[in-house]
């Protein structure tokens, strides 16, 4: 009587290998967290540098037309304040239509600082948000 090989695992060899992906992933996952967050934060300072850049252009295209802007905060993601400033930042920076919340703080022809928000991380420049005070971080902070 011939006697046949089954190839294959055993159940003992299934079992102790799944019980090493959970404990690798228990370990894995909550250190990946810190990333996410690490890198969202990065994401929302980098649209800030981005869109303080674009309406800096904006203002000195606006000041070569020979107009000018009121020294105020202006929210330019939904298209608040100046139509003409916030067409010309659109132009630099189109992806401010995607954030839930853009400002930029002009003062003497000239920004101050600017900020964005996705609704839950924020972020800024000249001063950028951290992971410490990403949900708290304002316009006023990003100017400081």
Same mark, same amino acid.
């Given at each position: 009587m011939k006697t046949r090989k089954v190839k294959g695992f055993t159940l003992v060899e299934l079992i102790v290998v799944i019980a090493i992906i *959970? #404990?690798?992933?228990?370990?894995?996952?909550?250190? !990946?967290? %810190?990333?996410v967050k690490k890198?969202?934060?990065?994401? !929302?300072n980098s649209n800030a540098k981005s869109l303080f850049d674009a309406a800096?252009?904006?203002? #000195?295209?606006? &000041?070569s037309? %020979? @107009?000018?802007? /009121?020294?105020? &905060?202006? /929210? #330019?993601?939904? *298209?608040d304040g100046d139509q003409n400033f916030y067409k010309k930042i659109r132009n630099f920076f189109a992806s401010v239509d995607e954030l839930s919340v853009a400002s930029v703080r002009v003062a003497d022809m000239a920004i101050v600082g600017a900020f964005c928000? &996705? *609704?839950t991380y924020n972020g800024g420049y000249p001063? %950028?948000?951290?992971?410490? @005070?990403? /949900?708290?971080?304002?316009?006023? &902070?990003?100017?400081?």
């Amino acid at each position: 009587m011939k006697t046949r090989k089954v190839k294959g695992f055993t159940l003992v060899e299934l079992i102790v290998v799944i019980a090493i992906i *959970g #404990v690798l992933a228990a370990i894995l996952v909550p250190s !990946m967290l %810190g990333y996410v967050k690490k890198s969202k934060v990065s994401a !929302m300072n980098s649209n800030a540098k981005s869109l303080f850049d674009a309406a800096a252009t904006a203002i #000195v295209e606006i &000041d070569s037309e %020979g @107009n000018s802007l /009121t020294p105020t &905060d202006y /929210t #330019v993601a939904a *298209g608040d304040g100046d139509q003409n400033f916030y067409k010309k930042i659109r132009n630099f920076f189109a992806s401010v239509d995607e954030l839930s919340v853009a400002s930029v703080r002009v003062a003497d022809m000239a920004i101050v600082g600017a900020f964005c928000s &996705d *609704g839950t991380y924020n972020g800024g420049y000249p001063t %950028g948000s951290t992971t410490d @005070n990403y /949900t708290s971080f304002t316009l006023s &902070d990003a100017c400081s």
